[in-house]
């Protein structure tokens, strides 16, 4: 993915919904679509390995030439097995992608004219886990690291304490020099111990990183990792506020509102995990100059993604 020319406006996406609806009036202009994106250095038979361009069935199949192998063009990918057409399904990015703050399932009905609200809701939920690219790249550089506090009524107290209600999400942003922020992630952990946060951090960010926390003992045994500690104690009372560190604190504040307009706050914590992988992705996309930008990726990152069946995504089984 990385070694390709970078993907142009109107050539490999399109820059508006008027160029949208010209480019994928029917299935078979987004199956050529699917196949383009999914293959973009070419299709090799799974067969007899040839590489001569298949044909695609009005079925959807990829029928090669040589040895007549068929495959779905769909399979492995979001759209499996689905009972709609794909051209809703990529109205559906489209919405997605193009408000800045995403769709809501409700939203998403209404717009499609999907007959039932667990139908949105299903796709959101699949596109969502589209949006978080396996294997991708560790943070670096100096990386800010807090835990912020999500959900639930507002009472205070100790760090970690009085929070029964809430979920506790720990974030770690590129903080660039000399202002500015780069690429962000975020986990939702059960406590601020350190055996919550310190693999959260090693997971996200390279070895040899700056980490930059609060004096929370919870971040104490970073040292022991290759990681450089920088620790900025601005109060040793234990702030109830407690957000310090500026980075995360701007960061954070986005989400929160994010949450309570787009979903009306209603997001249970086993479900938490896909708005913040919604939010990461939108966030570490922020400066792609164009909506339809955010469309390809996504649809990169879709057609490479299995689909998960919607008893999977109820019991919100997140894997990072
Ligand atoms: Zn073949």
Not at 41 to 55: D, L, N, T, V
Request: with cysteine; aromatic share 10%; charged share 25%.
């Amino acid at each position: 993915m990385e070694t390709l020319p970078r993907p142009t406006a109107g050539i490999d996406y399109p820059q508006n919904l008027q160029e949208f609806d010209r480019w994928f009036g029917d299935e078979a202009a987004c199956r050529s679509y699917i196949f383009r994106v999914r293959w973009p250095q070419g299709y090799e038979c799974f067969r007899c390995r040839s590489k001569a361009p298949p044909w695609i069935t009005s079925r959807g199949y990829l029928h090669c030439r040589k040895c007549g192998g068929e495959i779905s063009i769909t399979a492995g990918t979001v759209f499996e097995g689905t009972r709609k057409p794909l051209r809703v399904w990529f109205q559906a990015i489209w919405l997605v992608t193009s408000q800045k703050h995403g769709a809501s399932a409700l939203g998403l009905q209404r717009v499609l004219g999907l007959g039932s609200y667990q139908t949105a809701w299903t796709w959101l939920h699949k596109l969502r886990r589209a949006m978080i690219r396996p294997g991708r790249e560790q943070l670096h550089g100096s990386v800010e690291v807090d835990e912020t506090y999500v959900g639930g009524v507002a009472t205070g107290g100790k760090r970690g304490r009085g929070t029964e209600n809430k979920e506790i999400v720990v974030i770690a942003v590129e903080v660039l020099r000399p202002k500015g922020f780069g690429r962000v992630r975020m986990r939702r952990v059960p406590d601020v111990s350190g055996d919550s946060l310190v693999p959260f951090i090693c997971d996200v960010a390279e070895p040899g990183c700056e980490i930059l926390t609060d004096g929370w003992g919870g971040y104490s045994s970073l040292s022991k990792h290759s990681y450089v500690h920088s620790r900025t104690v601005l109060s040793d009372s234990g702030d109830p506020a407690h957000v310090t560190m500026p980075g995360v604190h701007r960061i954070a504040a986005i989400p929160k509102r994010w949450l309570l307009g787009i979903h009306q706050g209603a997001v249970s914590g086993k479900h938490l995990d896909y708005y913040l992988d919604e939010y990461t992705f939108r966030f570490n996309r922020r400066t792609s100059r164009s909506r339809g930008m955010l469309f390809y990726r996504l649809m990169q990152q879709a057609v490479a993604t299995a689909s998960v069946p919607y008893r999977q995504l109820v019991d919100g089984n997140h894997k990072m």
